[in-house]
């Protein structure tokens, strides 16, 4: 492996030995990957496509041991570093030019234990990662919004999501950490260990670390919760919002329903002639007994004149994040056998 320029913290260009090179990669379970290596391309996509920067080295961490080696290598040769977990920061702040990324992609783990209601995730797990295993037992924690966000990213962020009424923000709910600082060691951070330290990653971002495992709570939540649409022309969004502006205050916690203003894609269950046009999409998600949420629901679902209307009985695994994506809701309303079929669609 050749040796390497590659970027200080200060904005200088280091050089790095190939011997050097050499042993970092040796110390590895994992892989070091330079610009011409195959798979650099790809380590080094976020899922904001507008950010294109091209790292000096990737290091794609296998477990907690190569995290605290690429620290210590960064920090020996004062490298710029950034953290890489399931790559959906909308800044792009998982990359970085010229210095050291560490890439926890592949440390994607999540182990539950049904009895403590505990689970034990990687960094590299998204939200779908988290959601399919918990969700194998009928448990949940309070997650985000999109199920390809990185669960690590969310949670050092705070992460607020469709059980946060109910359950609290993400980190209400994180038990303990294991961070490697700064200096190359491996703490665990609760609220009787580095308190500190637990403190200040629930909401401080990736500032004061890098944690290789998370520990969460979880709840019984699911299979199947009341979710979907209801989709207003975008003329009557005064209307709307002022309504459920006095809805929510009586609304109980079990209810999350947030608001999307855009054109309207070509949605299955939207006419065609809508396809385009502007509109008020409310998104709600109701995690508590169904017959109580079609009560709660009913005065929303029967307010203005909805151009759709898909609420329906939706597994829990179908909904986070689906509302984006025309491929998911096929895909959803098809196992679900149909808020898509059964929509209610009124012309305005």
Not at 31 to 42: G, K, N, Q, W
Not at 115 to 123: G, T
Request: charged share 20%; glycine share 10%.
């Amino acid at each position: 492996m050749p040796g390497l320029q590659l970027k200080s913290r200060a904005g200088a260009s280091v050089n790095i030995a190939e011997s050097a090179l050499a042993d970092f990669a040796a110390g590895l379970r994992g892989r070091l990957l330079t610009p011409e290596a195959p798979e650099y391309d790809a380590a080094r996509a976020v899922w904001n496509a507008m950010i294109d920067r091209r790292p000096g080295l990737i290091v794609r961490c296998a477990g907690a041991a190569d995290v605290i080696g690429a620290v210590r290598f960064a920090s020996a040769h004062d490298l710029v570093l950034a953290v890489r977990g399931g790559g959906h920061n909308i800044a792009g702040n998982a990359v970085c030019d010229g210095g050291l990324v560490i890439d926890l992609s592949a440390m994607r783990s999540v182990r539950v234990d049904p009895q403590r209601r505990i689970a034990r995730v990687e960094p590299g797990a998204t939200l779908a990662d988290f959601d399919r295993e918990a969700q194998a037992f009928g448990l949940a924690t309070s997650l985000g919004i999109n199920s390809t966000t990185g669960v690590a990213g969310l949670t050092l962020g705070g992460g607020f999501g469709w059980l946060s009424r109910k359950l609290g923000l993400t980190v209400d709910n994180l038990l303990s950490a294991d961070v490697v600082t700064a200096a190359g060691e491996l703490l665990e951070a609760s609220d009787s260990r580095n308190p500190d330290l637990f403190w200040a990653i629930r909401g401080g971002g990736g500032n004061f670390g890098v944690v290789s495992s998370f520990e969460f709570r979880l709840h019984p939540v699911g299979p199947n919760v009341l979710s979907g649409l209801i989709v207003h022309p975008l003329d009557e969004a005064p209307e709307v919002l002022r309504f459920y502006r006095d809805f929510a205050v009586a609304a109980p916690d079990e209810l999350a329903c947030w608001f999307v203003m855009r054109q309207a894609p070509p949605l299955p269950f939207l006419p065609p002639e809508w396809h385009g046009k502007e509109i008020l999409a409310r998104a709600a998600c109701y995690c508590g007994e169904q017959a109580e949420g079609e009560r709660v629901l009913k005065p929303l679902r029967a307010f203005g004149r909805p151009i759709a209307d898909v609420i329906g009985p939706t597994p829990f695994l179908a909904w986070p994040g689906r509302p984006c994506s025309i491929r998911c809701w096929r895909r959803a309303c098809a196992t679900t056998g149909s808020p898509m079929t059964s929509a209610r669609s009124t012309m305005a």
